[in-house]
């Protein structure tokens, strides 16, 4: 049960990391895109160690 929390977490944090770093992208703030490209890479970062 909690490899599917662990990938449904992972896969929360991939989108809501591509919503902001869209939205930092739409109104010109640096400091949300980059805060959604993080957290998209700590999303993708956790997925691939939970593969393991």
């Known amino acids: 049960m909690s490899n599917l929390k662990n990938k449904v977490e ?7 990391g591509k919503t902001k770093e ?4 739409a ?7 980059l805060k959604g ?3 998209y890479q700590k ?6 160690v939970d593969k393991r």
Request: no cysteine; glycine share 8%.
């Open 10 to 16: 992972n896969v929360k944090d991939k989108v809501t």
């Open 22 to 25: 869209a939205a930092g992208r």
């Open 27 to 33: 109104t010109a703030s640096q400091e949300m895109e």
């Open 37 to 39: 490209k993080l957290q």
């Open 43 to 48: 999303g993708d970062i956790k997925e691939k």
